[in-house]
């Protein structure tokens, strides 16, 4: 089965400091998503990528897909107290031959800004 | 458009009790809806998923069950709660058309004592 890798764990910058997470797949993506979760709420979707060398962005927030599609990043520019929170990414999950719109998720990154 | 919503939001359980979490998507027909747990280490595990009324998968043999009634209502229930049970659990739907983007409701807070 597909496994997706994150990293950092954590990560905790000054506010205004620019930061990435990656998300590492053992396989192929073929859909590649980020959410973001506040602690005890459910998750956003920040945006999704589909096509090896595609990057999205949204408001400070800049995600891209690598060439090979095995390897997304998430980069956050100028960071400020509200982009604290878990990142997580989910990958289309293919096992089996049929989706079934289902996503595997990668373990999450732990974001603190300081003020 | 669509909202998701989930109750109760937080809920504590003794061992042995029964469970039942309940999920509801308004403003979209037919669509694939998910069952999440999540628990301390921050990962989300498939429990179950739904492509249409009465069709249940389950991805992990556990004590919990899940049901749906209707187009756009998924429960999550047990007979028999146990302590490994607690967790954060969340109820997702999608389309699966041209992506297979899931929208995540606000989540159950279960604990079992």
């Known amino acids: 089965s597909q496994e997706l890798e994150q990293s950092p764990q954590s990560l905790i910058v000054q506010e205004g400091k620019n930061l990435t997470i990656n998300c590492t797949s053992s396989k192929t993506l073929y859909g590649l998503y980020w959410y973001k979760q506040k602690y005890g709420e459910g998750l956003i979707f920040l945006m999704m990528?589909?096509?090896?060398?595609e990057e999205k962005s949204h408001e400070k927030i800049t995600a891209k897909l690598d060439e090979k599609k095995q390897q997304s990043s998430l980069h956050i520019t100028a960071s400020q107290p509200s982009h604290a929170g878990i990142y997580l990414c989910g990958a289309d999950d293919y096992a089996g031959g049929t989706s079934y719109g289902k996503l595997t998720f990668g373990q999450g990154t732990i974001l603190t800004v300081h003020p | 458009s669509q909202t998701i919503h989930q109750w109760p939001a937080t809920l504590v359980q003794p061992v042995g009790s029964p469970l039942s979490l309940e999920c509801t998507v308004e403003g979209t027909s037919n669509p694939n809806l998910y069952w999440y747990r999540q628990a301390a280490g921050r990962g989300l595990q498939l429990l179950f998923y739904s492509v249409g009324i009465g069709q249940i998968s389950s991805e992990v043999p556990q004590n919990l069950s899940a049901s749906r009634p209707q187009d756009r209502q998924f429960i999550l229930s047990s007979k028999k709660l146990l302590l490994s049970d607690s967790g954060f659990y969340l109820c997702?739907?999608?389309?699966?058309?041209?992506?297979?983007?899931?929208?995540f409701g606000p989540g159950t807070r279960l604990t079992v004592l």
């Open positions: 990528l589909q096509k090896g060398g």
């Open positions: 997702a739907w999608g389309r699966a058309v041209s992506t297979n983007t899931q929208y």
